[in-house]
Structures are given as C-alpha cells and as structure tokens.
C-alpha cells in the first residue's frame, strides 16, 4: 500500500519526477535530490513501510528481494568499483523520509562515515 503524503510514494506513482534508474513491480530505484556522493541512488520498496523493525514476512521478502537486485543496478549506474548500502533508522540515524530506503553510495573513493 503506498501512502498519499509520503514523497516516496509519489515518485512511485509518477507524481513527482525523479530521475529513476531501474524499476519493476516490487522496487524502484532513483537519483537522490541532494547527492551526498557522485553517485547516490536510493532503493525503495513499492510497498510503504518506515522501519526495518515493522517488517513483517512480506516485506523482509522484498528487502532480500533489492539486496539480490542492487549488484547489477549498482554495477550499471557506475559503481563496478564498489559501493556502500546505508539504511538510516529513526531520528539519531537522521532519517527525514519514513518510506523505508537503502542509500547507494559510490562512483569514487567513499570516505569514512
Ligand atoms: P534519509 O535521511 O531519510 O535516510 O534519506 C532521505 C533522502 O531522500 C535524502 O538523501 C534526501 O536527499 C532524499 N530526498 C528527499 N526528498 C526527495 C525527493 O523529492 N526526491 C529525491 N530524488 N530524493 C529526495
Ligand atoms: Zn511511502
């Protein structure tokens, strides 16, 4: 179920252009607004949820499903060199969208967090 208010939710159904990367019926993959890296992409869920810790069966099922999916995506959007995943939880993560999303990071040498 996607979520009227929620910004992500509205870039999954084409109300606000993102610049999307890879999409199919359980996930889709954009450009971040604020890139925080040369390339940064966020993978979401078509289903909206906000936390690892609501996860029911469903949803751990589309979780492992975009872990097994972000190789190649990563690998054709210029991150063949490697990348980093990061999944902020909650305020002191700094979590701003609450549509659960796994940042992709990488297309250069990354720094420490
Ligand atoms: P969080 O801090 O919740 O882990 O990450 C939210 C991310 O969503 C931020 O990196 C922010 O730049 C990105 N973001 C917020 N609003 C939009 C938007 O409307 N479009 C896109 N493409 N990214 C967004
Ligand atoms: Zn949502």
Known sequence: MLDGKC??????KGEIPAGI???DD???????LEP??????LAVPKTHFKLLAEMGEEEKNILAY????????????GCGN??????NQGDDAGQT????HIHILGG???GDL
């Not at 910004?7 to 999954?12: G, L, N, Q, S, T």
């Not at 359980?26 to 971040?32: E, G, N, P, R």
């Not at 969208?97 to 659960?100: I, K, Q």
């Open 108 to 110: 250069e040498q990354l």
């Open 66 to 77: 975009m872990l097994g999916k972000i190789p190649a995506i990563a690998a054709e959007n």
């Open 21 to 23: 990367v890879y999409e």
């Open 26 to 32: 359980k996930m889709c993959v954009f450009k971040d």
């Open 36 to 41: 925080k890296a040369k390339v940064h992409l």
């Open 97 to 100: 969208v609450f549509h659960l």
């Open 82 to 87: 490697g990348y980093r995943l990061i999944i």
């Open 7 to 12: 910004v992500f939710c509205k870039i999954i």
